[in-house]
């Protein structure tokens, strides 16, 4: 798997933000706010490598294309590894299933 560093990387900084998140919570409100801004910051990442690390597919002409980084973060997804896309070929909104780009 291409880029797994940066996969490990995001979710542990999202683990140890809740676990800030928590503790700041209750003990200081700066800690809290801290945490909050490193756990979007940990999605944020996420989300990166889930738009470099994978290509779609078009079901209505199956044509395999890249979405940007607000795509990926405002299209609407249809279970695991499906999402609603315009396909650049057909210029249909469709739903696309992702792929490795492995």
């Given at each position: 798997m291409e880029n797994?560093?940066?996969l490990i990387f995001s979710i542990l900084l999202m683990i140890f933000s809740l676990i800030l998140l928590f503790v700041g919570a209750v003990l200081n409100f700066k800690l809290f706010v801290v945490s909050l801004i490193c756990f979007f910051i940990?999605?944020?990442?996420?989300?990166?490598?889930s738009t470099i690390s994978y290509k779609w597919i078009?079901?209505?002409c199956g044509e395999t294309f890249k979405i940007t980084f607000s795509e990926n973060i405002f299209g609407?997804?249809?279970?695991?590894?499906c999402k609603s896309l315009y396909c650049p070929k057909c210029n249909k909104k469709t739903?696309?299933?992702c792929v490795s780009k492995q």
């Open positions: 797994k560093n940066y940990g999605i944020a990442l996420l989300m990166h490598w078009c079901d209505e609407i997804n249809h279970g695991v590894n739903m696309c299933k």
